[in-house]
């Protein structure tokens, strides 16, 4: 009887193993909350950086895009599914996940910040303040610029401020709207370069007016040296031109270099 009880049970149990259901976990680099979002982009693959628009979320397309919003994550670690959105897609706006990514900005090393690119949907090594998709976890680097990898990403969109590089690129920030971006040298060149235009504007006018009210004055007082004296005014005038092109020339340098 004893015996009789121990196979019975042994019996049961075997039952119960063949019919229970078998969990599988996925080889899956993602960690991260992905939600449910509906994507304009139909050709859109695992890895791509989704940014907001107004005409809704699609793949990025501009560099230190100022709407990052996630990744697009085929096989996320948690997703928030709306089921009654058909169109629906799991984008990653927290926690680890792989994205695309290009060396068009430089190699990328663990722990350097990512940004977006020019390439559409590609991210790339983040060299300057502005908005940032997340940290990178893994090195990246090709000679060809063009090439296309996919690196896993802490992800957390924000604005980084962290760069205090004095060659930041004063027009490409104003381009992009966001005056977080200027940092205190950045101001400094951006001032500098506003004070070196003025200044070729003035002293190029103030010069001029001077030469020509005294050639006006000599002109009436020598009629017949009307014509040296238009010359002189002439070839003067083409030096104020000269101070202002060159004062205009030295703010360019200083806000792109």
């Excluded at 896993?152 to 930041?168: E, L, Q, Y």
Aim: proline share 4%; charged share 15%; hydrophobic share 45%.
């Amino acid at each position: 009887m004893k015996y009789t009880a121990l196979i019975v049970s042994i019996f049961f149990l075997a039952i119960l193993g063949i019919l229970s259901p078998t969990l599988t976990y996925a080889q899956n680099t993602s960690v991260g909350t992905a939600l449910s979002i509906p994507i304009t982009d139909k050709n859109v693959k695992d890895g791509d950086i989704i940014v907001s628009t107004p005409k809704g979320y699609a793949l990025t397309t501009a560099a230190y895009d100022l709407n990052i919003y996630g990744v697009y994550t085929e096989s996320p670690a948690i997703f928030i599914q709306n089921t009654s959105d058909a169109q629906g897609k799991p984008v990653t706006t927290s926690g680890k996940a792989d994205v695309m990514v290009s060396s068009i900005n430089g190699d990328i090393k663990a722990n350097d910040f990512i940004t977006t690119s020019t390439i559409i949907g590609v991210g790339q090594k983040a060299t300057r303040n502005g908005m940032i998709l997340g940290t990178a976890l893994q090195s990246y680097s090709n000679p060809n610029k063009s090439a296309i990898g996919k690196i896993s990403v802490a992800v957390n969109p924000r604005f980084n401020s962290a760069f205090i590089d004095s060659k930041d690129n004063v027009l490409e920030i104003l381009r992009n709207s966001d005056p977080r971006a200027l940092t205190q040298l950045t101001s400094l060149r951006y001032l500098l370069a506003a004070a070196i235009a003025i200044v070729s504007f003035v002293v190029g006018f103030v010069y001029f007016g001077r030469i020509t009210s005294r050639g006006v004055e000599a002109m009436g007082r020598n009629p017949l040296a009307s014509r040296t004296i238009q010359i002189n005014l002439v070839a003067n005038l083409f030096l104020m031109i000269l101070i202002i092109v060159v004062g205009l020339g030295i703010s360019y340098m200083i806000l792109v270099l």
